[in-house]
């Protein structure tokens, strides 16, 4: 019988080893998704942050970042007076007409209650102009 439970001891032992390491790598592992996923939110807001601002001279782009951050933080009034502002400067010219219209949608956007509606029109509108 003495033999059998010296025996027993190396097994138990090993796999109580076992265990303990398949425990840390696992925690390991988990540890660097989480450290992943996180790093990819941080990126991901990087980059948000980068869409809806700009370090463009061009005053119709100022006002539009300016509407969105306005309509992001609830302002719609204030998003508003600043979409239009920014139309009455597009207005008579040919080559941004395309995103004087994206801003006429934003604006009846806006009006109807749509503030993503609004948001995602007075991005496309910016992002138009940039590209030209």
Same mark, same amino acid.
């Given at each position: 019988?003495?033999?059998?439970?010296?025996?027993?001891?190396?097994?138990?032992?090993?796999?109580?080893?076992?265990?303990?390491?398949?425990?840390?790598? !696992?925690?390991?592992?988990?540890?660097?998704?989480?450290?992943?996923?996180?790093?990819?939110?941080?990126?991901?807001?990087?980059?948000?942050?980068?869409?809806?601002?700009?370090?463009?001279?061009?005053?119709?782009?100022?006002?539009?970042?300016?509407?969105? !951050?306005?309509?992001?933080? &609830?302002?719609? +009034?204030? =998003?508003?007076?600043?979409?239009?502002?920014?139309?009455?400067?597009?207005? &008579?010219?040919?080559?941004?007409? +395309?995103?004087?219209?994206?801003?006429?949608?934003?604006?009846?956007?806006?009006?109807?209650? +749509?503030?993503? =509606?609004?948001?995602?029109?007075?991005?496309?509108?910016?992002?138009?102009?940039?590209?030209?």
């Amino acid at each position: 019988m003495e033999t059998k439970n010296s025996n027993i001891l190396p097994v138990v032992l090993l796999a109580t080893a076992l265990l303990g390491v398949m425990i840390a790598s !696992g925690f390991i592992i988990s540890a660097a998704t989480a450290q992943s996923n996180t790093t990819e939110v941080n990126s991901t807001n990087n980059v948000t942050t980068m869409n809806t601002s700009s370090s463009s001279d061009d005053p119709v782009v100022t006002q539009i970042d300016a509407a969105i !951050g306005a309509i992001k933080d &609830g302002k719609s +009034d204030e =998003g508003r007076k600043l979409l239009f502002e920014a139309e009455k400067l597009m207005e &008579g010219k040919p080559s941004i007409a +395309d995103s004087e219209k994206r801003v006429e949608a934003a604006i009846k956007a806006l009006s109807d209650g +749509d503030s993503n =509606g609004s948001i995602g029109q007075a991005e496309e509108a910016k992002k138009s102009l940039v590209a030209r």
